[in-house]
């Protein structure tokens, strides 16, 4: 049996949503160091606490990134923000796999209404696959983008789980 190790990087797409709040941060804090230059320099204390705040926890949340690391039937999840803080999301056994297709998939119909965590870049619908597994009792549906040697290796360790089409 050969060992397969897969490791994919996929950059999530900024939404529209994202981008503005980033540039209202932004303005915000340009308001207030004007403010205190002009009104009170109090305010300045108020502006580097702002800052401070969306330097170190909303501007890098908005900037992310997911690592799949997939070796010999175990996948692991992990986000990346800024480039600069990694966090491990979860962990995946080939032998808690329910079932794996793409996306759009008949084969996932009684699914729909389950929660899905969406691990993708949302722009590369193609390579979109659903996995749903079921650990102790509890069921984790999550949407992730795969290359083929993953679902290859996927298949041959649990053929009737894994749907390609």
Partial sequence: MSDLYQEILVK????LGKKL???GIIALLVLLVLAAMFLNPLILALAIAVGFVAYMFLIPRLDVEYEYLYVNGELDID?????QKRKKVASYDVETLEVIAPAKSHALDSYRSEKIKDYTSGKNEKNEYIAVYNKDGKRDVIKVELNDAIL???RRMAPRKVNLM
């Fill in 79 to 83: 986000v990346i923000y800024s480039r």
């Fill in 152 to 154: 290859n290796d996927m």
């Fill in 21 to 23: 709040l980033k540039v």
């Fill in 12 to 15: 999530k797409e900024m939404t």
